[in-house]
């Protein structure tokens, strides 16, 4: 138990640096931040396994001792517990008077009569009794000892739950915007986490369709702008073949397909676009994501066009729902879309060859581009309404605000040790219970006849947990069903006065 506790509190410690340090399971940009911002102390943490800390050598070290230690504590004393079960309660002590708790009397009834009473009373009080040798041994409170067990059975069970989980459930997130869907693989995830035992092969195989996106705001004059609505309505496939069916999802009320959690954790706006390049072909149409930065959704983004020729081009800037323009510079005023415009700058440059190097779709990488300029040299910014266009200098082509739609970020993940998890949890909270509100206690009840014809009754209790209270009360209770019945002295004179 010693070396299960001490193990415990090192674990505690070792959890710490995965709250300081950020995880790249969890945070991959801030652990890049971080490298950037200290590259000395980078090489450091890496080493030590700080950005990993959960799957390093060393925690893992700790977990498994751990695991080892709490067996090696728990099967001796289930043994113990075992042979408790089956073993009769202890013969009565000699000297009953120095028990805690004891008391004595002397009755006209016979030694068998009081201590049948004793052992019914007993019985009926959930006490586990035997007679022998002319007193009653009673004992109860073996639940007590099994709530502990069951808590330390069910910090092991904690744990195995917490590996599973770990090791094959996994995490990913993906904006899908509104009319287009979604499919549970790999390459529809703008990022994902497995565990260490996670294969491509265990996601689950459905699909969804993101049909609407319902957003209210508040438009009172109190907490203006605040979120009052959140639903998404979706079509569910949840598996090839299968019959799609309608669903609607909500913050904090995630869809469950096949054993996979579905959660919505955020949404934005998409503004439809329409470039044409110089050649005066269609080089993109579409919606493009914008990311919010503010309660208002202000949103930034960048639209990128490398198939337009003869230059590829690139538009990066602002999507405002409600835009205004003042000392601040292009913000929105409401997060609804009331006044939805879209402010750009424009980029050009020479097609590159691609060369399969991930890029982020949400910022434009200028290398090798030239900021596009007027006619007056000045570079071009455009600000458009919806149904708007600009049309590039030099010919280089037309760009089109078409409109705007709404995107919802999903949360799709699996952990398949939760069910093993949540009930191990729930079962050391029961055996806590048991364990500090069962009381273990022993009684024991002597009878031994006198040479005067009455009994002799003696009556002592043994309480072993510390700081309960009511053994008294046993005690007083057993050795009253053994004692003389009392007899009612109003009764008697009623009786009298009626003959």
């Keep these: ?115 049948d009473a004793a052992a ?59 009319g287009k869907g979604f499919s549970n693989n790999i390459t529809q995830y703008d990022d994902f986490t497995g565990g260490g035992l996670f294969r491509a092969g265990n996601l689950s195989p459905f699909a969804l369709t993101l049909d609407a996106f319902t957003v209210r705001f508040e438009t009172g004059p109190v907490q203006t702008g605040a979120a009052r609505q959140f639903t998404a309505d979706v079509t569910v496939t949840d598996s090839p073949g299968a019959t799609p069916h309608r669903e609607v999802l909500e913050v904090n009320h995630p869809l469950t397909v096949g054993g996979t959690n579905v959660h919505l954790i955020a949404h934005g706006y998409a503004p439809i676009v329409t470039v044409t390049d110089g050649n005066g072909n269609v080089a993109f149409n579409g919606p493009v994501v914008f990311l919010p930065q503010d309660g208002n959704f202000t949103s930034t983004g960048a639209i990128k066009v490398p198939d337009a020729r003869p230059e590829s081009l690139g538009f990066q800037g602002f999507f405002l729902p409600t835009a205004t323009v003042d000392a601040k510079g292009p913000h929105s005023l409401f997060p609804d879309a009331l006044v939805p415009e879209l402010f750009l700058n424009a980029w050009a ?45 030099d010919g280089r082509g037309r760009l089109t605000f078409v409109g705007w739609q709404r995107w919802a970020k999903l949360q799709v993940s699996s952990t398949p040790g939760l069910p093993l998890t949540v009930g191990s949890i729930a079962a050391a909270i029961i055996g806590l219970m048991l364990s500090l509100f069962i009381r273990p206690r022993r009684l024991w009840a002597r009878a031994v006849e006198g040479e005067d014809g009455r009994t002799l009754v ?23 069903v053994m004692d003389d019945p009392v007899e009612d002295d109003s009764a008697t004179t009623t009786s009298e006065g009626m003959k």
């Excluded at 113990?80 to 009565?92: I, Q, S």
């Excluded at 440059?349 to 434009?364: C, D, I, R």
């Excluded at 043994?462 to 009253?480: I, K, M, N, S, W």
């Design 1 to 115: 138990m010693r070396t299960a506790l001490v193990l415990l509190f090192l674990l505690a410690l070792a959890a710490i640096p995965g709250a300081v340090v950020p995880q790249r399971g969890i945070q991959p940009a801030k652990v890049l931040e971080f490298r950037d911002a200290n590259p000395d102390l980078y090489k450091v943490y890496d080493n030590l396994g700080l950005f990993n800390v959960y799957t390093s050598a060393w925690f893992s070290a700790i977990y498994l001792l751990l695991f080892i230690s709490l067996i090696g504590c728990i099967l001796p004393r289930i043994r113990v517990y075992l042979r408790a079960l089956r073993a009769e309660p202890p013969a009565t002590p000699a000297r009953l008077d120095r028990l805690p708790e004891s008391a004595t009397s002397s009755t006209s009834r016979g030694a068998d009569e009081v201590l």
């Design 120 to 178: 019914a009373l007993l019985r009926k009080r959930r006490f586990r009794v035997v007679r022998r040798d002319g007193s009653v041994a009673a004992e109860r409170g073996y639940l007590r000892e099994f709530g502990n067990l069951l808590f330390h059975l069910s910090m092991l069970v904690l744990l195995v739950g917490i590996a599973w989980s770990t090791l094959f459930g996994y995490k990913g997130t993906s904006i899908v915007v509104t």
């Design 349 to 393: 440059g020479a097609p590159k060859k691609e060369t399969g190097t991930p890029q982020s779709v949400y910022s434009l990488d200028t290398n090798g581009m030239t900021q596009i300029k007027s006619a007056d040299g000045k570079p071009v910014a455009v600000r458009l309404k919806e149904g708007e266009y600009l049309d590039l200098p």
């Design 458 to 480: 003696e009556v002592g209790g043994l309480d072993r947990a510390d700081a309960r209270t009511g053994l008294d009360d046993e005690v007083a209770a057993v050795l009253a």
